[in-house]
């Protein structure tokens, strides 16, 4: 059985920093892309960041230089780097692992056969 444990949300005021982490258990994690999402309240889950097996990555626009995603294949786990968080950062975060091994990054929620649970972050003004 798959499992993602997301923890690390929080409360932070904006222009702080947090690190999500994702642990997983149940497959060989180092064969899977994995991905965060997330889903501010009133709004659809969007893309955040991905990374492929091999560290390649991508990320959303609205991320881009502040967010890094990383992984930690002895672990089991990848993470994602918050900087210079803003109020409309928050939102619970998700993350995701890929249904296919050795894929590409993707952005595409279907590419992505488990979830966690999520976890809160919110970014005060």
């Known amino acids: 059985q798959v499992q993602l444990v997301e923890s690390g949300g929080g409360l932070v005021q904006a222009g702080g920093s947090l690190r999500l982490s994702c642990a997983t258990s149940g497959r060989t994690f180092s064969r899977y892309a994995m991905g965060w999402f997330r889903q501010a309240p009133g709004k659809e889950r969007e893309f955040v960041a991905a990374i492929n097996w091999s560290g390649s990555t991508d990320y959303a626009d609205s991320v881009k230089g502040r967010f890094t995603i990383s992984r930690d294949n002895a672990k089991n786990t990848v993470y994602l780097q918050m900087n210079s968080l803003k109020p409309e950062d928050t939102a619970v975060y998700y993350c995701?692992?890929?249904?296919?091994?050795?894929?590409?990054?993707?952005?595409?929620?279907?590419?992505?056969?488990?979830w966690g649970q999520g976890t809160q972050v919110t970014v005060s003004s």
């Open positions: 995701a692992g890929a249904t296919t091994w050795y894929g590409s990054t993707s952005k595409r929620e279907r590419e992505y056969a488990y």
